[in-house]
Structures are given as C-alpha cells and as structure tokens.
C-alpha cells in the first residue's frame, strides 16, 4: 500500500513534530505533512493536535502568532539511550560490572520487568540473575530498585576482572552479546539513507522526507536494544557511525527543503 493510501495516523503527526522541533506550527507544519505524503484538512489537523495535547503528549505554547507544539516528556527509552550513548563515547578501561539478585519467585512480574531494563541498559546475561555490562549502572539500578515492589536481594559488583574458565582473558566475554540484528539494522538505515540522497527529480524531496522520519524511527528502535558496547568489543566493520553520518546527511537535506520551500507553499 502507498504511503498517500493510508490515512495519517498520531504516530506520524508525532515525527513530524519532532522533527521540526521549535518550529512545529501552523504552515511549515502542514507543508512537512505535504512532504511526508499526505493531504489533512485544517480542522482534521487541529483535532488531532488538541487530542494529543489532552493526553499530555504535547506542550502547546502561545506566542502571538500561530500556537508552537513541542513533544512533552522524553520518549520511551530515550533516557537509557542517552546513558548508553555517552558511556559508549568514554574509552573502556577492560573492567566489568556485574549485577546479580535473588528475587521471591513470588514476583516474577517484577522480576521479567527488571530483566527488560537490563536488556535496555546493555547488559548480557552470564547465567540464571546474574548480569554483566562494560559500564557502572549502580546508580540508575538503585533508582529502579527503589521500587516498594522490588523485593529480594540484589547485588551490584564494581571494576570485576571476569573471565571465563579454565584459561579465559576476559576479551572473549564480547561474545556474549548477540550483535547480528543491530548490525544489519544499522547496515540497512545506512544503505537506505544513502540511496534517497541520490534521488532526483520532482517527487524526490517527498520520497527523501517520508525515508527519514521511517529512519528516525528505526535509529530509536534498534538504539533501544544496542549494547553501544566499547569499540574495543564491537566488530570492525561495526555500521552504527555510518548510519548515522548518513542519516545526518538526509536530515540536512530535508531540513533545507522544508526552510526553503515557497511561501505560497508554506
């Protein structure tokens, strides 16, 4: 199905304003919208911003000319990603962190959500409750397990020298994390993102528009769950800078597209 098939949902209505950021209102707004594909009346627009302005998903602020609409709030997962990001930048020292806990099995609820943290967080499993990671999460795992409903007893183990048995290193412990589905993640968002640069010809900034707000949401699924393990652990031909320099590029293009387009456009 085309993309000016379907209808133009809230998900799509909340990439475009992040895209635009302080720039989301009135014309630019429904000049992106044009781009992305899609044709909404004025009034269909404006419902949809005051629905998603009563459920709290967006701020709107009121500046004497058109209301401006910003995202409320990070997005899901976007804090651990930050976290992630900025650990990942710092260069590895070879120390491990291990995070290991005893849980009643009276609250396996609990337990399945904290095991879904740490595959957010990066972390691999060495056996049954006992985790491992590049990077220090003591302080982010005390706020999570400053929750009355987390009971047990849980233990977190700073700058460990882990190795496996009987004549491990401890380099080898990288192969814990199973990298295939980021890797061609991040290979596919690189190839996508070159090939709608290169397009030509009318409907090229429209095709350029609807490929990046597809990568953005791709980039933040695949973040979600990527390690961002030190590049001492990754692959060499690890695609992750290249998908983003390459959707950089994209972005670039399309924000020039929409800053220039005709007033009487816009």
């Known amino acids: 199905m085309k993309n000016s098939e379907r209808s133009f949902d809230y998900a799509d209505l ?34 949809m911003l005051n629905y998603l302005v009563r459920r709290g998903r967006l701020e709107r602020r009121e500046d004497g000319g058109d209301p401006r609409y910003l995202l409320r709030g990070p997005r899901s997962g976007s804090n651990i990603v930050e976290m992630k990001t900025r650990k990942s930048r710092a260069r590895w020292q070879g120390a491990w962190h291990v995070f290991t806990y005893d849980m009643p099995v009276s609250h396996n609820a609990m337990r399945r959500k904290l095991a879904v943290s740490l595959h957010e967080m990066g972390f691999a499993m060495l056996c049954a409750s006992t985790w491992i990671s590049p990077y220090n999460w003591e302080h982010f795992l005390g706020e999570i397990l400053s929750d009355p409903l987390c009971e047990g007893s849980f233990y977190h183990l700073n700058s460990a ?22 890797k061609t993640a991040y290979r596919a968002i690189a190839n996508q993102c070159a090939k709608a640069t290169t397009d030509e010809g009318t409907s090229a900034a429209k095709k350029k528009t609807r490929t990046l707000l597809a990568v953005r949401r791709n980039l933040r699924l695949v973040e979600r769950w990527d390690p961002m393990l030190p590049a001492q ?27 220039s387009a005709p007033l009487e456009v816009r």
């Not at 635009?20 to 429904?30: N, Q, V």
């Not at 190795?163 to 412990?173: A, H, M, V």
């Open 14 to 47: 909340l990439e475009c304003i992040d895209f635009l950021g302080s720039r989301a209102y009135g014309k630019p707004l429904a000049y992106l919208i044009s781009l992305v594909g899609y044709y909404v009346v004025d009034r269909d627009l404006r419902q």
């Open 161 to 182: 020298a882990v190795r496996l048995l009987p004549r491990g290193t401890g380099g080898e412990l990288g192969g814990l994390w199973d990298l295939h589905k980021a």
């Open 233 to 259: 652990l990754l692959p060499h031909d690890w695609p992750r800078d290249q998908a983003l320099k390459n959707a950089e590029t994209l972005r670039s293009m399309v924000e020039h597209s929409v800053r």
